[in-house]
C-alpha cells in the first residue's frame, strides 16, 4: 500500500475551553508546544510516514491555523481546508467536508498525538471490510489519564462506546485516531451537529461495523493544562 495515497483528516474545531486562557486567543492546534504550534508535530509525523494529503477541518479562530501552515509546502505536505461558521461536532465537520473526502481515510483528533503506523491501521479498514476501525490503547500500560470509554469482544470489534462513564467493563480508551469510509457519512443524520462519539460509533456498534486496532503505544492527550505540560516534557527528551 502506497502511503502517499492515504488521505488523514484533522479535526481540528473545536473551542479548547479547558485550556483556557491559552485558547482565548489561539485555536487549541495551534497552542505552542517548546515553541512550536501542537499541530505542527502531527503533520510532521504523518509527512515522516509519507501521508502527505492533508484534509484540516477547522472552525474556532482556524484562520490562524491556515494562515500559518498555508498549502502545507513548507513540510512537504498538501493540506486543504474546510472551515465551520459554526460548531457542528466531530461528525458534522466531516460531513460539511465530505466533497474534500476520499472512499476512505484516516481520521486524527486535533489534540491527541499518537506515534504509530498509521498506513497499518488504514490497511486494517480495507482488508476487514467493515465501515470504520477506531485505534484503542490499554491504560494499564501507562495510564493517559484519559478514563476507559471502549469495550471490546474477543474478535476484536467494539460492543460499547460511552465517553463520560465509569463502568469497569470499560477496559480499553480511544485514542484518538480511526480509519472510515466515506460511505459512514449517510448515518451522520440531518445537516447540522452531529457526534461520531455519542451519535456513528453507536449506530456502527450496532451493525457490527466499528473493528478495534489495539496499540501498545501511549498517546498524549494535550486537551488540558497537564496534559500539554506532559507532552512537552516527552517532546524535550
Request: proline share 5%; with cysteine; glycine share 8%.
Amino acid at each position: 500500500m502506497n502511503a502517499s495515497s492515504i488521505q488523514a483528516v484533522i479535526l481540528a474545531g473545536g473551542l479548547g475551553t479547558r485550556l483556557r486562557p491559552l485558547t482565548r486567543t489561539v485555536p487549541k492546534p495551534m497552542v505552542p508546544v517548546a515553541g512550536v504550534p501542537y499541530l505542527e508535530y502531527q503533520l510532521r509525523l504523518l509527512a515522516g510516514q509519507e501521508i502527505r494529503d492533508i484534509v484540516i477541518l477547522a472552525g474556532y479562530l482556524g484562520d490562524q491555523i491556515q494562515h500559518h501552515f498555508g498549502d502545507g509546502s513548507r513540510l512537504g505536505i498538501r493540506i486543504k481546508y474546510s472551515f465551520e461558521p459554526e460548531l457542528l461536532g466531530t461528525g458534522g465537520a466531516l460531513r460539511k467536508a465530505e466533497a474534500l473526502l476520499e472512499d476512505a481515510f484516516l481520521v486524527l483528533f486535533g489534540d491527541s498525538y499518537l506515534q504509530i503506523d498509521y498506513k497499518d491501521v488504514f490497511k486494517r479498514l480495507i482488508e476487514s471490510g467493515v465501515l470504520a476501525v477506531l485505534v484503542i490503547y490499554d491504560n494499564s500500560i501507562e495510564d493517559t489519564h484519559v478514563p476507559n470509554n471502549v469495550s471490546v469482544d474477543g474478535a476484536c470489534y467494539i460492543t460499547r462506546y460511552e465517553k463520560s462513564s465509569r463502568d469497569p467493563e470499560l477496559t480499553r480508551v480511544d485514542a484518538g485516531v480511526l480509519a472510515m469510509r466515506r460511505s459512514v457519512l449517510k448515518f451522520c443524520g440531518c445537516p447540522g451537529a452531529f457526534s461520531l462519539e455519542k451519535e456513528l460509533y453507536p449506530k456502527l456498534i450496532r451493525m457490527r461495523q466499528l473493528l478495534a486496532y489495539e496499540t501498545r503505544q501511549r498517546f498524549y492527550d494535550i486537551g488540558t493544562p497537564a496534559g500539554l505540560k506532559l507532552f512537552e516534557q516527552v517532546i524535550a527528551k
